[in-house]
């Protein structure tokens, strides 16, 4: 049996526990989108299936995490969670962009798919770098 303090990762909703969340976020090469929700929430219920769709589409390039609050309490408070759903995207551990207050579903696949192509274009033209902060948003975004 799983446990309740472990999160769904991905279209493959393979298990990563607690305290593998880290080590998910540092370690991966490409981006990572972390989806705050809870399944009582019913616009976390009805963006689920674009998370999922935006992972198999861009395949390698960004992972999704999905974090239940009302089982992993501390990570909401870690990252400043103040509604439900909200989508945080880091690259390479750091936050990246925060993804709140969803007006419809294409609203979400829009917004993702802008942020998801702004940012990797910012890092496939070099100008993303150790010395630059990696909270900037990219040039022209």
Not at 9 to 24: C, H, I, K, P, W
Not at 51 to 63: F, N, Q, S, Y
């Amino acid at each position: 049996m799983i446990p309740n303090n472990f999160f769904s990762l991905g279209v493959m909703n393979l298990q990563v526990a607690l305290d593998a969340f880290n080590q998910e976020l540092l370690t991966s090469d490409g981006l990572v989108l972390v989806d705050f929700g809870a399944p009582w929430c019913g616009l976390c219920r009805f963006i689920q299936p674009i998370t999922d769709r935006l992972a198999a589409e861009w395949g390698g390039a960004v992972k999704v995490l999905r974090v239940n609050v009302d089982d992993n309490f501390w990570l909401p408070r870690r990252y400043r969670v103040r509604s439900l759903p909200t989508l945080i995207l880091f690259e390479k551990g750091q936050e990246v962009q925060r993804l709140e207050h969803f007006a419809s579903r294409d609203d979400v696949l829009r917004r993702c798919e802008q942020l998801f192509l702004a940012r990797l274009r910012y890092v496939g033209s070099g100008a993303c770098s150790s010395s630059l902060d990696p909270q900037a948003p990219p040039p022209g975004v």
